[in-house]
C-alpha cells in the first residue's frame, strides 16, 4: 500500500472506515466505526445529563470521516439538544473518500449528510432538525496543534475565545505512537483548558502516558467501562484483554459507580482499578512532550524514549505480569 493511500475497510457492525498507509492504522477499530463512536464517545457523554432545547459546544480532534461528530449530533438531537462543533483536522482527503462511498453515505439520515456535505465544500455548514433547531459545524483544518491554539485565541473560533466553554472534546487521533504530536503533555494542557468545569474529554485511549498527562492538566479521570455483553465480532481473546474502553476527564468530578444496580445498564463510566492506577506509577506514564508544539513525531518518541531511560518509574513489563496481562492488546504501551 502506497504511504499516503487511505484504503476503504468495513467492520465488524458493517459500517464504513478507512486504513491510512502514511500512519500504518485504521480509523476504527475492528468493532467498527460506528459502533466505537457510540461505545467510546457517544454513550460517554452521558448526554441524558442535558435539559432538552440546550446547545453543547464539542471540540473533535481528528475530525477524518467525521463519524463521531455525525454520530453524536444524531443522538443530540434525538435528544432536542443542539451542537456547536468544532473539528480539528490535517486531511480533507478522508472526509472527501467518505462522501463518495454509497455505504458511508447510507449510515446518515439527510440531514447529517448534508452538514458532512457542507463541511468539505466550505470548511462550515449547518443542519436544522425536524424541532426547527440548528446545530453548526467548522473545520479548521490543518495541524490540530495550531487548531487548538486558534480555538483559545479571543479572535480565533468565530470571534471569542472556547477556554472553558467546551461540554465536550472528543480525542480520536491515531495512537501514540503513531501520531505522538496529539497526545504530548501541552496539547492536552490545552485541550485541557477548553473544558467548561462540568466538560468531558472523552478517547478510547488508555495509554498510561496519556492518563497522567490528563491528571497532569488537572483533570480527574475515569475509565470507560466496556460494554457487557461484549461486542460481537471481535475475537474472544480480544475482548478478554479489552480492560478499558478509554478515558474520560474533566476539571470537575467524574460520575463514576463502580457498582452498577444488578440487572440495570451498568454506567458507562468506572472509577480506574487498583490495576489502572498503578499502571501509572509505571515507566509507560512517562508524558510525550512538545514545549516547542511544533516538534515531528520522531523527535517526540525519541525525547521519551530517553526521559523513561532515566527515569526511576517502575517497569511496565512486571505490572504487565502481576496483573497477568502478557499477550494483550497493547493497550498499555
Ligand atoms: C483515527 S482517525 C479519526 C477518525 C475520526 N474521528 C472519525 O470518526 O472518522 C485520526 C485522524 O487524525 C488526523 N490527524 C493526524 N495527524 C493530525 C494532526 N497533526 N492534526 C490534526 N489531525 C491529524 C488524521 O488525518 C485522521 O483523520
Request: hydrophobic content about 40%; overall charge positive; some cysteine.
Amino acid at each position: 500500500m502506497v504511504a499516503g493511500e487511505l484504503r476503504p475497510q468495513i467492520g465488524a457492525d458493517g459500517s464504513f472506515s478507512l486504513f491510512s498507509g502514511r500512519f500504518g492504522e485504521g480509523f476504527h477499530g475492528p468493532i467498527g466505526a460506528l459502533r466505537e463512536a457510540r461505545a467510546k464517545f457517544v454513550r460517554p457523554a452521558q448526554l441524558e445529563r442535558f435539559p432538552a432545547g440546550q446547545s453543547l459546544v464539542v471540540v473533535d480532534v481528528g475530525f477524518g470521516l467525521g463519524t463521531n461528530s455525525a454520530a453524536l449530533l444524531e443522538a443530540a438531537q434525538a435528544r432536542g439538544l443542539t451542537l456547536q462543533i468544532w473539528g480539528l483536522e490535517l486531511d480533507p482527503a478522508p472526509l472527501r473518500q467518505a462522501l463518495e462511498a454509497p455505504g458511508f453515505r447510507r449510515q446518515w439520515q439527510v440531514g447529517t449528510l448534508r452538514l458532512l456535505e457542507g463541511l468539505q465544500r466550505d470548511g462550515r455548514a449547518t443542519a436544522p432538525s425536524p424541532s426547527g433547531l440548528t446545530s453548526r459545524a467548522s473545520l479548521l483544518w490543518g495541524d490540530g496543534r495550531q487548531g487548538v491554539g486558534t480555538l483559545l485565541d479571543p479572535d480565533g473560533a468565530g470571534g471569542q475565545a472556547l477556554d472553558a466553554r467546551c461540554d465536550l472534546v472528543l480525542l480520536d487521533a491515531f495512537s501514540p505512537q503513531r501520531c505522538p504530536e496529539l497526545w504530548t503533555l501541552e496539547f492536552l494542557g490545552a485541550l485541557a483548558r477548553l473544558l467548561k468545569p462540568d466538560g468531558r474529554l472523552l478517547t478510547y485511549c488508555c495509554a498510561a502516558a496519556v492518563r497522567r498527562s490528563l491528571q497532569l492538566a488537572g483533570l480527574s479521570l475515569a475509565s470507560i467501562r466496556p460494554p457487557t455483553p461484549p461486542e460481537p465480532g471481535v475475537g474472544a481473546g480480544r475482548q478478554r484483554a479489552a480492560w478499558s474502553y478509554g478515558t474520560a476527564a474533566s476539571p470537575g468530578p467524574l460520575p463514576a459507580d463502580p457498582r452498577p444496580d444488578p440487572g440495570a445498564e451498568p454506567p458507562p463510566l468506572t472509577p480506574l482499578s487498583a490495576m489502572e492506577m498503578e499502571h501509572l506509577a509505571t515507566r509507560a506514564a512517562e508524558p510525550y512532550r512538545d514545549p516547542s508544539g511544533q516538534a515531528s513525531a520522531r523527535e517526540i518518541l525519541v525525547a521519551r524514549q530517553r526521559a523513561q531511560a532515566a527515569s526511576g518509574a517502575g517497569s511496565t513489563s512486571a505490572w504487565r505480569r502481576r496483573w497477568g496481562l502478557e499477550g494483550g492488546t497493547g493497550q498499555a504501551a
